[in-house]
DNA sequence: GAGTGGTCTAGACCACGCG
DNA sequence: GCGTGGTCTAGACCACTCA
């Protein structure tokens, strides 16, 4: 309404003196919105789960109109930050979600149902405290030697070990993570994370190689070390892009695949 | 305007009598005015690299409002299907772009630049015609026996030989594809596939799978065949869904590696 | 300065979920 | 029947491109 397209949102105020060496940046109010919103999400005002304030309710509060907090809600909804439901309501997206659980797992298995039932044993064979070394270190934006959680665990589909994995996480963040939690919790461990440790995950990148295991590797995959097997290298982040979490696995690719959709 | 948001335009007609054992499907107006640009994409009306009307010059010829079309134009661009150009036009996206070139090619050097200059050397082995296979048939939603065209080929980057691969096209749509053209072309082949062939490949899907070279495809890729390699089995669609590519590709990932982000 | 896409508004009405 | 998100409109103004 009344508020200019200036940024007064977001504190960008274009120099009004010396030479403006750069774009003045110009800043839509929808994004500005949308970065408002993003700050309480981040900050937990509504936490995963729960339903946000109506677009109404957000257009009265940040003084514009609902088609601007709409468009910013729409690409929070685009990067699977909130969720829709028509006639209910926004919430915000959260991994324990029946739809999308084990967003981030590409690995499907060969022949049959999408994804299926069977939702993944878990051994846990180790979880520990320990410093960092300085490639994981650098990978959590820590300093080498700051204290880290690692967590090596086996995943079983129908029975038949399939993933082997390193996770390391920020010590700090997930003080008291213990084996018993990674082992017995419901569903998605990044659900977990969310409920026992505030801690959303959302995004990922990951680097994938085919390499041979070793000895002790293909011992907990039940396969020889001449079974080529998929290395995936994972690189979480939460909100701000703050990376979280990382994990190296190997996938066994004789009885399942993973499956990219380029588009 | 004057027209209801009722199907006139995409023909799902409410029956009126009968029991109606389906949802009425509501299709919004939006909906059926990207269908419409999609079928015009599909037929030709405007060519790869080609502006499409203003948004109110479609507006007009729909007799909808611009946020109408530009609704339906939102979505055909987050499809990779239309380009925008604020000042400029909307645009038919291409494969030929240097922003989106390569863009399915996932695989990158594990040390530099991104998508490091050097635009890969290709050696083309083979290219022939010949009859399809069962699994080829099946994946190109031909007959088994139908004419197709087989090309194998190796992409080397910066002197070194990287992927192997296999091509299958349908041989009716690339009726006269020859070496040459494979081999000599500037560019992506999918921005070749559009200019001779008229077909542009709109999004993929990838199986991921590690495995050992036989002896031939080692040799091609000059490692010891126990050396794993990353199998790439790659299905491309054009509009419509239709498959129009099946790749079998064998990526080294000793020096480089498949980078997936996930969101 | 004309034309294109991009933003923002205000208001009406529709589809959906739930009490 | 109410509240929520979803659609559609009409019009104003802004940012960018190009002649």
């Keep these: 309404m009344s508020s200019l397209p ?22 839509p109010l929808y994004q500005q919105i949308k970065g408002l919103i993003l700050h309480s999400l981040q900050h937990g005002e509504w936490k995963p789960g729960e339903a946000i304030p109506s677009e109404m309710e957000l257009a009265a509060r940040f003084r514009v109109s609902q088609g601007t907090v709409r468009k910013a809600i729409d690409e929070l909804a685009a990067e699977n930050l909130l969720t829709r439901r028509q006639g209910k309501g926004t919430f915000v997206a959260t991994h324990a979600e029946r739809q999308v659980q084990y967003r ?4 499907l298995p060969d022949s049959g149902d999408a994804r299926g039932e069977a939702p993944a044993q878990r051994t846990i064979l180790e979880c520990r405290r320990l410093r960092a070394a300085a ?14 959680i690692q967590v090596r665990r086996v995943l079983s589909f129908a029975g038949v070990p399939t993933i082997l994995e390193d996770i390391w996480l920020p010590g700090h963040t997930f003080k008291g993570l213990s084996a ?18 505030g801690v959303r995950m959302v995004r990922a990148e990951e680097k994938l190689r085919a390499v041979l295991p ?6 907990w995959l039940a396969i020889s070390t001449s ?9 979480a982040y939460t909100y701000n892009d703050a990376p979280m979490e990382l994990r190296r696995g190997l996938y066994r690719t004789d009885t399942h695949h993973y499956h990219n959709a380029l588009s």
Excluded: I, N, W
């Excluded at 981030?104 to 690995?107: R, T, Y």
């Excluded at 070793?214 to 011992?219: G, H, L, V, Y």
């Excluded at 079974?227 to 290298?233: A, D, F, K, M, R």
């Design 6 to 27: 200036s940024p007064a949102l977001d504190g960008a105020a274009p120099a009004g003196g010396s030479a403006p060496s750069q774009a003045p940046a110009f800043s």
């Design 104 to 107: 981030f797992l590409k690995l």
């Design 135 to 148: 490639d994981v270190a650098r990978a959590l934006a820590l300093r080498t030697g700051d204290a880290v």
């Design 180 to 197: 018993e939690q990674m082992a017995s919790h419901q569903g998605p461990t990044y659900a977990m994370f969310e409920l026992d440790f």
């Design 214 to 219: 070793d000895e002790q590797q293909a011992q």
């Design 227 to 235: 079974t080529p097997v998929l290395s995936v290298e994972r690189l």
